[in-house]
């Protein structure tokens, strides 16, 4: 990949958010490990608690009104294996209308870019690993799952649908290993998924 391609991560927002200050009564014993763990981390406490909010705000407060329920790693890892062509192709035919349910309730409303970026949200809320780069017109989405071979050939096939379905013709370059899917797309420099319309 092009070194270059770091440099040109999209990002959230585009312009700086402003902010306010609020008070909140907590009980000592959580503040006790709110301390603790943002020492563990390295980071601030106002960083920890900003991010801990903002997961709960993305995702965690539409997961058990859309369904989710956590599911242990070594599980998907075990049930992985098992999965065969035929089962991935059943899996995500019965996924896609759940996945435009999911868009239409967390963004209200349906497109790529409430797509992709509901597809953000549930990864950084499982803490898998993924980045958007951009490179002139070129997309590069990066996504690192670590549950095997199995599970990079259905997040391609996914990612295949969720695209074709928005933009049918459009040409979709996959580079896959056993822990990670890569997909590149020609989408325009001007394109970016935090940035839609209701």
Known sequence: MDKNLTSNRQINSSKKESTRSI???LPEKLVSELETEST???ISQNVLVRQI???????DRFSSKIGMIPV??????A??????????DEIIT????MIKDTVLFIKGGYDLERCIETLEDYMRASGMNSDHRVEGDMHIFLIQHDLGLKWSVFTEQLLSQVFHNFLP???LTFQTTDNTVIL???LGSDFNEHNYHN
Do not use: A, N
């Not at 909010?53 to 995702?59: D, F, G, I, N």
């Not at 019965?94 to 209308?97: E, I, Q, S, T, V």
């Open 184 to 186: 590149s797309v020609s």
């Open 94 to 97: 019965l996924m896609f209308p």
């Open 79 to 88: 049930l992985g294996g098992e999965l065969d062509g035929k089962d991935i």
């Open 53 to 59: 909010l903002e997961k709960y705000v993305q995702w």
């Open 23 to 25: 008070t909140y009564r």
């Open 40 to 42: 563990q981390r390295g």
């Open 169 to 171: 013709e459009k040409e």
């Open 72 to 77: 242990p790693k070594g599980i998907l890892e």
